[in-house]
């Protein structure tokens, strides 16, 4: 069974830098036909979708967010980031991590909220 649990400071001020972590276990981020993703609620809006990662490493990005968006990812330790700079209060939201099959969103996080405030 493929588990994905999110980590990270629950608190981030405007203009630093969101750092989340994604560990996946009962399955390999490097195993062929799987992608990672990340997706975000913002309270009171819909699910929107930050970026991706696919098994060989290559990432793609959401247009409205590619300028300020980065994932990475280590494969000793089976784990993907997201790095979300020059934050604003508008960014926080519920940040989830995602394994992705055939385009389907099949595993999720439980979710880990970030406040972006000072």
């Known amino acids: 069974q493929v588990q994905v649990q999110e980590s990270g400071p629950g608190l981030v001020k405007p203009s630093q830098t969101l750092s989340l972590t994604c560990t996946v276990s009962?399955?390999?981020?490097?195993?062929?036909?799987?992608?990672w993703s990340w997706i975000r609620q913002p309270p009171g809006k819909g699910l929107e979708w930050m970026g991706i990662?696919?098994?060989?490493?290559?990432?793609y990005y959401s247009p409205s967010l590619k300028s300020r968006t980065s994932i990475s990812r280590d494969t000793s330790k089976n784990q993907f980031s997201l790095q979300l700079n020059s934050v604003t209060p508008e960014d926080t939201a519920l940040y989830y991590c995602?394994?992705?099959?055939?385009?389907?969103?099949?595993?999720w996080g439980r979710g880990t909220q970030v406040t972006v405030s000072s």
């Open positions: 990662i696919l098994y060989d490493g290559s990432t």
């Open positions: 009962g399955g390999s981020i490097t195993t062929s036909g799987y992608a």
């Open positions: 995602t394994r992705v099959r055939d385009s389907s969103h099949d595993y």
